[in-house]
């Protein structure tokens, strides 16, 4: 299912099947999402693609990718206030200034890291469940002068694996919500000029 040049699509039950793009809006388009399941089911498939200043509301429902489950792109906006978001490789991928809100909701990932932003991207993170499966994976990555704020929801990542890691020119600020990594894990990594303010919250691994 494509939107495209300012499109609207309204979806409130029945399923969305695509090979490389479940649903795929580009060019300012608006999505809103109260129920179905999306997926993207070939080798490299996405749940949903937001591309080019598009927003996508998640209010409930379940987007699925066979590698990731939602890719925002160049200045999109997505909000996830409830709903199931899962990749094998990557749960969420925030890249080219985008902005992507978690009000609610699980995202997850099986091999690779829940969240990832990159490049001037941004987290604002209130509530939801983020997790990684893969004992190695990173809960949230932030990269690339990205912003991520997190106020409240529950960041998990395996053994071995980080909750949550800042690196290149990234800024997080912690004022609530949990990070948690397994046994030999950490909690939080902050690397290359990244800076991380903690004023609430709770922090753990092993």
Same mark, same amino acid.
């Given at each position: 299912?494509?939107?495209?040049?300012?499109?609207?699509?309204?979806?409130?039950?029945?399923?969305?099947?695509?090979?490389?793009?479940?649903?795929?809006?580009?060019?300012?388009?608006?999505?809103?999402?109260?129920?179905?399941?999306?997926?993207?089911?070939?080798?490299?498939?996405?749940?949903?693609?937001?591309?080019?200043?598009?927003?996508?509301?998640?209010?409930?429902?379940?987007?699925?990718?066979?590698?990731?489950?939602?890719?925002?792109?160049?200045?999109?906006?997505?909000?996830?206030?409830?709903?199931?978001?899962?990749?094998?490789?990557?749960?969420?991928?925030?890249?080219?200034?985008?902005?992507?809100?978690?009000?609610?909701?699980?995202?997850?990932?099986?091999?690779?890291?829940?969240?990832?932003?990159?490049?001037?991207?941004?987290?604002?993170?209130?509530?939801?469940?983020?997790?990684?499966?893969?004992?190695?994976?990173?809960?949230?990555?932030?990269?690339?002068?990205?912003?991520?704020?997190?106020?409240?929801?529950?960041?998990?990542? +395996?053994?071995?694996?980080?909750?949550?890691?800042?690196?290149?020119?990234?800024?997080?600020?912690?004022? +609530?919500?949990?990070?948690?990594?397994?046994?030999?894990?950490?909690?939080?990594?902050?690397?290359?000029?990244?800076?991380?303010?903690?004023?609430? +919250?709770?922090?753990?691994?092993?």
């Amino acid at each position: 299912l494509v939107a495209n040049n300012y499109s609207n699509v309204t979806i409130n039950d029945g399923t969305v099947t695509g090979d490389s793009v479940g649903l795929y809006a580009d060019s300012s388009s608006t999505v809103e999402i109260t129920g179905g399941s999306i997926s993207g089911t070939g080798a490299y498939g996405y749940g949903l693609v937001a591309n080019n200043y598009s927003n996508v509301t998640i209010n409930d429902g379940t987007v699925t990718g066979s590698f990731n489950g939602l890719y925002a792109n160049v200045y999109s906006d997505v909000t996830i206030n409830g709903g199931n978001i899962y990749g094998n490789d990557t749960g969420l991928y925030a890249i080219g200034s985008s902005t992507v809100t978690i009000n609610g909701g699980n995202i997850s990932s099986l091999y690779g890291d829940g969240l990832i932003a990159l490049t001037d991207s941004t987290f604002e993170i209130t509530g939801g469940s983020i997790s990684t499966g893969d004992e190695y994976a990173t809960g949230l990555y932030a990269s690339g002068f990205s912003t991520v704020n997190i106020s409240g929801g529950n960041i998990t990542a +395996g053994n071995r694996g980080k909750g949550l890691y800042a690196d290149d020119y990234s800024t997080v600020n912690i004022s +609530g919500g949990n990070i948690n990594a397994g046994y030999f894990g950490r909690g939080l990594q902050a690397s290359v000029n990244s800076t991380v303010n903690i004023s609430g +919250g709770s922090i753990t691994a092993g």
